[in-house]
Each structure stands twice: as structure tokens, then as C-alpha cells.
């Protein structure tokens, strides 16, 4: 029980050791970039690390000793292995072979943590998070001639710009114009064809009016003619 406490308050304390770490990363990050962090992330920082830095020796140390441990570790389980009954069913000798394996792979993984820990010694991030602002590029003075030439250009810039600008409303002002124009064409030529339309079918209906009247003076001639002539067959087929 004591020994399950110690673990869990060892547990704590590298979490609280962790939380800090990652705090003082952000902050570090935020102030190469020229910007401040929040207050919580900076009071988080800025709280004394629980456990004081390691070196990089110490850290190989202590994974050496992982390892030796991880290795004593598989070699047990290597040899409750080595003693696995040969009739299992396919679904268990798989995972089996897989795990028997697997001690192939630790002198890879060795030497890849090592070239790890050697590219990355974590008891220097604290001092360089300290120490971020001197990391910052300093801005170099302009000359006056630099400030003209500047200034110059950004007249320039305006200049274009408002020109520009000038112009495109110009061209949108035209398009509306021109659009009006069209507009009023097309209606002014559909009233024209309109009213020709109209006058065109007024006159036809005059047309066929005068010509019925006139088939009927006609018609009434010739029946008066018959009638006077006493021809009244003719007459008949007038009527």
C-alpha cells in the first residue's frame, strides 16, 4: 500500500513537472514571435519546476536502466514462451509469434532513442526560454535616403491605387450609360414595331370592309340593271 502511494504520488509530481514544461515551451515560443503570452500560461511558467533539470548523462543513465530492466523482463517472458504447447488454435499462436519477435527490435530501438537524447538535451530549454528575447533579429536603422525612396513608393502605390479605383468606376459608370441606352432603344423599337403592327392589321380590316362594300354596290347594280332590263331570271339569280 505504501509502495502503490509513493508510485502514484511519483506519478503526480512528473505530471505537475510536465504541465510546467510544456507552459515554459509555449511561452518561449510566444516570445521568440514577438508576442506575450496569456497570464495563465505565463503564471504556469514562471511557477518553480518541482523537480530541478536533468542532464542528458543522468537521463541515459536512467534509460540504460529501463532497458535492463525491459530486457530481464523479456527474457522471462521469452522463457514462459519457449514452453507454449504446440496445439493452440491460429487465433492464439499468431499473437504468440508476433511477441517472440519482438526482442529482435530492441537494439534498433536503443540506438535510435540514443541518437534521439543526443540531438535533444532537455536541460538546456529552460535557460534558452529565459533567455528568448536576445534570440529576436534586431531591426536595423533605415538611411534617409531608404526613408525617401519608401515614402516615394508608397505615393506611388496610392497614386495607382486611387487611380485605379477612378478608372473601374468610370468604366462601371459607361457600362450603366451604355446599358441605359440599349434599353431605351430596344423598348423605342418595340413600341415602333408595335404600332406598325397595329395599322398594318387596321388596314386589313379597312381593306376587306371597302372591298365587301364595293362587291355589294356591284351586286346591287347588276340586280337594278336586270330588273330594268325586265330580265328576271337574271334578277333571280342576283337575289
Known amino acids: 500500500h505504501n509502495i502503490s502511494w509513493g508510485l502514484r504520488g511519483q506519478a503526480m509530481s512528473d505530471a505537475a513537472s510536465l504541465s510546467v514544461v510544456t507552459a515554459q515551451l509555449a511561452a518561449y515560443r510566444h516570445l521568440t514571435r514577438g508576442v506575450a503570452p496569456s497570464a495563465g500560461a505565463w503564471k504556469v511558467a514562471s ?140 423598348h423605342r423599337e418595340a413600341r415602333r414595331g408595335a404600332k406598325k403592327l397595329g395599322i398594318a392589321v387596321l388596314a386589313d380590316f379597312d381593306g376587306k370592309a371597302r372591298k365587301e362594300r364595293r362587291d355589294g354596290e356591284r351586286a346591287q347594280r347588276e340586280r337594278l340593271k336586270a330588273l330594268k332590263e325586265n330580265n328576271m331570271e337574271e334578277y333571280m339569280k342576283l337575289v
Open 47 to 186: 511557477q518553480p519546476t518541482v523537480s530541478p533539470p536533468v542532464s542528458s548523462e543522468v537521463l541515459i543513465q536512467q534509460e540504460r536502466a529501463a532497458n535492463d530492466r525491459l530486457v530481464e523482463r523479456l527474457r522471462a517472458r521469452q522463457a514462459q514462451l519457449a514452453d507454449v504447447p504446440t496445439d493452440l488454435p491460429m487465433a492464439l499462436r499468431m499473437p504468440l509469434a508476433i511477441e517472440r519477435q519482438l526482442p529482435a527490435h530492441l537494439a534498433y530501438q536503443r540506438s535510435l532513442r540514443a541518437d534521439v537524447t543526443a540531438h535533444s538535451d532537455r536541460s538546456r530549454l529552460l535557460n534558452e526560454a529565459a533567455a528568448s528575447l536576445s534570440l529576436r533579429r534586431a531591426r536595423r536603422t533605415r538611411q534617409p535616403r531608404e526613408l525617401r525612396e519608401a515614402e516615394r513608393n508608397e505615393k506611388k502605390r496610392i497614386a495607382e491605387a486611387d487611380a485605379g479605383r477612378k478608372r473601374r468606376r468610370e468604366d462601371f459608370l459607361n457600362a450603366v450609360a451604355a446599358h441605359a441606352d440599349e434599353f431605351r432603344t430596344f
